[in-house]
C-alpha cells in the first residue's frame, strides 16, 4: 500500500487548500479512511474520517469547515479544508485501515502517507 498526499501549503487565515491522497496497492473505497494532523509537539490527531458506507466524522474543531470525500474513478481520498485558522497549523497526513468502520485513533489505521504541510498564517 502506497498513500501519497499533496495540495499543502502557506494560506492566510480565512483562506482554503484542498489536500489530496492517492492511493496504490488499495482501493480506497473499500475500506475506512482517514486525515490525521500532527503540529510541532503535539501528538497525531484525527481530522475526519470516512467509512466504507460513506459515513463521515469530524473532529469538533473542524465540523462546518472540513469537507472529506473519496474520488472512486481516481482512486484517491479528498480534504477540502476552508475558513482555514492558524491553529490548523500542522502535517496532515492520509490513512488507511482494513475495516469498515474507524475511529479517530491511530491504532484503527495500517498504511500512512509522507505528509503534507498546511500553515496558516493569522
Do not use: H
Not at 492566510?12 to 490525521?36: D, I, N
Not at 462546518?64 to 474513478?73: E, L
Amino acid at each position: 500500500v502506497q498513500l501519497v498526499e499533496s495540495g499543502g501549503g502557506s494560506v492566510q487565515s480565512g483562506g482554503s487548500l484542498r489536500l489530496s491522497c492517492a492511493a496504490s496497492g488499495y482501493t480506497v473505497s473499500t475500506y475506512c479512511m482517514a486525515w490525521f494532523r500532527q503540529a510541532p509537539g503535539k501528538g497525531r490527531e484525527g481530522v475526519a474520517i470516512i467509512d466504507a458506507d460513506g459515513t463521515t466524522t469530524y473532529r469538533v474543531s473542524v465540523k462546518g469547515r472540513f469537507t472529506i470525500s473519496r474520488d472512486n474513478a481516481k482512486n484517491t481520498l479528498n480534504l477540502q479544508m476552508n475558513n482555514l485558522k492558524a491553529e490548523d497549523t500542522a502535517m496532515y497526513y492520509c490513512a488507511a485501515s482494513g475495516f469498515g468502520s474507524c475511529r479517530q485513533t491511530t491504532l484503527d489505521y495500517r498504511s500512512w502517507g509522507q505528509g503534507t504541510q498546511v500553515t496558516v498564517s493569522s
